[in-house]
């Protein structure tokens, strides 16, 4: 009978221990499979030197980030002039050098001190119109106990950038101050973040502290209040009737004869009893008004940029009369095709309409685009996707011709109240009706407000 023999875990040679199947890291890299007291060795020389070396490498990285390249320069030519100075017996060497060592204290101190401000950026409003004064107010607290050194604080308003000195601080001392905001143009405007400069005069270090969050203040396009949306273009209080013909409804039209099918509740028994045969009344449909505001984002229907700021200016008084108005409203802009579509995408995208300040923030951000929906095309997305429309808005630059826009306007059915909005600074504003569509031109915004009073008026 064979006996296997077994050998005991602590007679086994340990330099040749296996490791773990299929494990490739730094270890296996450097010692592989072997142990003992070199490989250990080995290992804790590497591991002790990666980590010695990260943390110089972070070392390194924050000096970096606050010296100049002019710092540089001058880190680099000072022990030069100093050798040179010394070892060549060139007095104007050593002053160099000296000089420059001086700098570099004058640096070190520089980027001492604690900068411990308690910083806020507020706004007054965050909502403003085009041409509207805005300021951004700056507050800067300290709230140690130590006096704090003169800073500068920086910043970015939009495109640009504002420099605030903020003076040396007691305990507890406020400062603050008043930064203009710019809103020559409809969008939104990004204040911050506020970033703390401290940096020597010469300017061989700089070293910046993110102080406070941004904050975005909202340039809303320039409104006019104009009068109700439907007065001299449409009335209705909670329906109006219109030529469509219903066996049931609230607005009477005329009695008919009885025919199979008809609900019997609307027999009118007089005039059974006197004509001998069943007469049912018959109503005019009626519907609450749905008023529609279409904006065309085609560049091609503007002649210009300012074209297309009165046309979203128009847009935006339009609905948010309508909004106040209690109306049923619905605005929607062009949508467009992607640079790397195979076909043209046609489509309209809607804006909020759920309060006045929400419909002008989407309008704030739009702009035109080469490839978006033109006017007509926006009128024929909108009559196949929206029901219940009573009157059209078709607004546009001046691009289209009369007779595209009549082609726009055929898309909706005849019960539908089509008015095309021309943004024009170039012709006469005024109203005026051509088959199937009122044509309004606007040379200013406040051109709208005169010519719809001047239709409700004459309605």
């Not at 001058?74 to 060549?88: H, I, N, Q, R, S």
């Amino acid at each position: 009978m064979s006996t296997r023999s077994r050998t005991s875990p602590r007679g086994a040679d340990t330099a040749s221990a296996p490791s773990a199947p299929g494990l490739t890291n730094t270890r296996t890299r450097l010692v592989g499979t072997r142990t003992g007291p070199a490989a250990e060795a080995l290992v804790a020389v590497v591991r002790i030197g990666a980590i010695a070396s990260g943390a110089i490498a972070r070392v390194w990285h924050r000096i970096a980030a606050v010296i100049s390249p002019l710092g540089w320069i001058v880190l680099a030519l000072t022990p030069l002039a100093l050798a040179a100075g010394y070892g060549l017996g060139i007095i104007e060497g050593v002053a160099a050098g000296v000089v420059g060592l001086l700098l570099i204290v004058v640096g070190l101190v520089a980027l001492l001190g604690r900068t411990a401000f308690r910083v806020e950026l507020e706004l007054g409003h965050l909502r403003v119109a085009v041409g509207d004064a805005a300021e951004a107010a700056l507050v800067v607290e300290n709230p140690g106990r130590r006096r704090i050194l003169s800073s500068t604080a920086e910043i970015p308003v939009g495109d640009g950038l504002a420099e605030v000195a903020v003076p040396p601080l007691a305990r507890g001392a406020v400062f603050r101050h008043t930064v203009s905001v710019p809103t020559r143009h409809r969008g939104i405007v990004r204040l911050g973040p506020v970033r703390a400069i401290r940096a020597d005069p010469i300017g061989l270090v700089r070293r910046e502290i993110l102080w406070a969050d941004p904050v975005d203040l909202i340039v809303h396009p320039r409104t006019v209040a104009v009068p109700s949306t439907s007065t001299g273009l449409i009335r209705d209080l909670e329906g109006v009737p219109t030529r469509d013909l219903t066996a049931s409804d609230v607005s009477f039209h005329a009695l008919r004869e009885y025919q199979p099918g008809d609900d019997r509740r609307y027999i009118h028994w007089r005039s059974t009893a006197k004509t001998g045969t069943y007469m049912v009344r018959q109503f005019e449909q009626t519907r609450r008004s749905h008023l529609l505001i279409g904006l065309s984002l085609a560049a091609a229907d503007y002649a210009d940029q300012d074209e297309f700021e009165l046309a979203v200016s128009v847009a935006g008084s339009l609905g948010v009369r309508a909004i106040r108005d209690g109306r049923t409203v619905s605005v929607v802009v062009s949508e467009r095709t992607p640079e790397f579509a195979k076909r043209k995408v046609f489509g309209v995208r809607p804006l909020s309409t759920v309060r006045p300040e929400r419909l002008l923030d989407d309008l704030a951000v739009i702009e035109t685009a080469p490839t978006a929906l033109g006017i007509r095309d926006v009128a024929r997305v909108t009559a196949d996707t929206l029901t219940g429309v009573s009157i059209a808005y078709l607004v546009c630059g001046s691009a289209p011709s009369a007779a595209e826009l009549r082609a726009a306007s055929a898309a909706y059915g005849p019960d539908i109240e089509v008015v095309a909005v021309v943004c024009d600074p170039d012709r006469a504003p005024g109203l005026r009706r051509v088959p199937g569509l009122g044509l309004l031109r606007v040379g200013l915004l406040e051109d709208l407000r005169s010519a719809l009073a001047r239709a409700a008026a004459v309605a």
